[in-house]
């Protein structure tokens, strides 16, 4: 059986990405990580601001599945946030990798029953 032999001719250098690229990406993955993504102070089961917790309870009274991220465990994805969004304040909703807004506006929505439409 004859060997078969591979020769580079030439080679490309791929620069590393950077911190920010490195960053950026991961918050796109995390946004898209469910059809709707919460970025709130603590978790569901222990927000840690009132903010948080009633965005989280507005979703479960509008039965919306949603996950959750703790921004006060990741400083790196709480401050890359406010950056990839253009939103400086928490918590963000985001459906479908695409940044809705904060409480107020899903109150609004819930009001406009205009949240149900959009998941």
């Known amino acids: 059986v004859p060997k078969l032999e591979l020769h580079l001719t030439s080679s490309v250098e791929v620069p590393a990405p950077t911190r920010e690229e490195t960053l950026e990406e991961r918050l796109k993955q995390l946004t898209h990580r469910s059809k709707v993504m919460l970025f709130m102070k603590g978790l569901p089961s222990a927000p840690r601001c009132g903010f ?7 979703l479960q009274q509008q039965e919306v599945p949603f996950d959750a991220f703790d921004i006060l465990g990741d ?21 479908d990798g695409d940044l809705i807004g904060g409480l107020d506006i899903v109150k609004e929505m819930v009001e406009g029953d205009e949240l149900k439409d959009l998941i």
């Open 52 to 58: 948080s917790r009633q965005i989280c309870e507005i």
């Open 75 to 95: 400083e790196e994805v709480r401050q890359g946030l406010k950056t990839y969004s253009d939103w400086p304040t928490f918590p963000q909703v985001y459906v």
